[in-house]
């Protein structure tokens, strides 16, 4: 259709039955999907036909998108598989999606069930939209989907709530963002951009470095820069929370010994630290049971799978 079909699998430590109904019945399917935010079915004459329905996704600003879709599942298993198929639409010129279709797959294991999905869609606005779609909104989708399959595999496995999950991700991200951000600014700023302002003052208090102080403020500003984007990166890694911590402390703690009178200030080193420390506090608290789209396997096998091309 439109560009490399999106494809993410996932394997999941639950009953077959379990991920079904989490999976079909869209009061369920629509609490883990990213790419959902209401499905409806809609009444059908006959039970052996595609299930239609309507679905919402709100995309932010206040902006939803409307489409419409049939379904067909099989919930008879054969030889340890179940497939389920889709089809989806919408009018709205403000997707950029016009119309689309996909599988999903269940196949059984000894330890729970590989779920996997493959989809792929036209798009609207000729050129712009195929490149618009390359770029950003394929990679996005894709990202979405796997984020979402995760999200139900925690769900299903450790049987925490998806708008649960959802606030603790929201929760981590700010934390580790706003860490991120005050780890760059006191490098770039007071050490490298303003060092007049008092941190060259500080640091030649304190005496660790006599003579080359300059220097010593210019690397330690631009190991701050560094360790912001180290912080993004190694966020789900606890060890990572306890290396800021000590380093937070290493660079507090000398200033305050050497000259005690910075706390009579409104702004110093402690109230810098303390709240670092608290949102480095955070997002140790909530890296546990973070939906991670990385855990996802984004290629087929190169082995066509039994019904997999056929769906």
Not at 213 to 234: D, Q, T
Request: a positive charge.
């Amino acid at each position: 259709m439109g560009g490399k079909p999106v494809y993410v699998e996932l394997a999941i430590d639950a009953d077959m039955e379990v991920l079904w109904a989490h999976t079909q019945k869209p009061e369920l399917h629509e609490q883990w999907d990213l790419r959902f935010t209401t499905i409806d079915y809609l009444p059908r004459e006959n039970e052996a036909d595609p299930q239609p329905f309507l679905y919402t996704t709100r995309i932010g600003f206040g902006l939803r998108i409307h489409g419409t879709g049939l379904t067909r599942g099989s919930s008879a298993e054969r030889e340890g598989e179940r497939m389920s198929s889709l089809q989806f639409a919408s009018e709205q010129k403000a997707s950029l999606i016009s119309r689309g279709s996909g599988y999903w797959k269940y196949k059984r294991t000894d330890k729970g069930v590989v779920f996997a999905t493959q989809f792929d869609y036209h798009t609207r606005y000729g050129a712009a939209g195929r490149w618009l779609d390359r770029a950003a909104f394929r990679p996005l989708f894709g990202f979405a989907t796997a984020w979402s399959f995760d999200r139900l595999r925690i769900w299903l496995e450790q049987g925490i709530p998806p708008s649960i999950i959802a606030e603790r991700a929201l929760v981590h991200y700010c934390a580790v963002g706003l860490l991120a951000v005050l780890w760059l600014y006191q490098g770039l700023v007071p050490k490298l951009l303003f060092p007049e302002g008092g941190e060259l003052a500080l640091l030649t208090a304190t005496g660790a470095f006599r003579g080359i102080e300059p220097l010593a403020l210019k690397i330690l500003g631009a190991s701050e820069m560094v360790i912001a984007v180290l912080s993004c990166l190694w966020h789900r890694h606890g060890w990572a929370s306890w290396a800021q911590t000590l380093l937070l402390a290493a660079l507090t703690l000398p200033a305050i010994v050497s000259e005690p009178s910075l706390l009579q200030s409104p702004f110093n080193p402690l109230t810098i630290a303390l709240p670092m420390l608290g949102l480095n506090t955070a997002v140790a608290l909530t890296r546990r049971h973070l939906p991670n789209a990385g855990r996802c396997i984004r290629r087929r096998s190169a082995t066509p799978r039994k019904g997999a091309d056929a769906a």
